[in-house]
């Protein structure tokens, strides 16, 4: 896999938490931003010898979901 596939997959990944987030509140809802949060906060801690700022992970996930 590519550096910019990867960087592709990851800004949709956040496009669609940012989507969940404006849904109203609720089980589902938090379930599923629970799960954006684990697959990014495992991306970012996977790419952290490689800088994940490069691959547009440079933020607080936890702020960015909460």
Do not use: H, V, W
């Amino acid at each position: 896999m590519n550096d910019e596939l990867l960087r592709q997959c990851i800004d949709d990944i956040i496009r669609q938490a940012e989507t969940i987030k404006d849904e109203p509140p609720g089980e589902l809802r938090d379930g599923q931003l629970l799960a954006y949060n684990e697959i990014l906060s495992i991306l970012k801690t996977n790419l952290t010898p490689l800088g994940p700022e490069k691959y547009g992970l440079g933020f607080d996930i936890d702020k960015m979901l909460a």
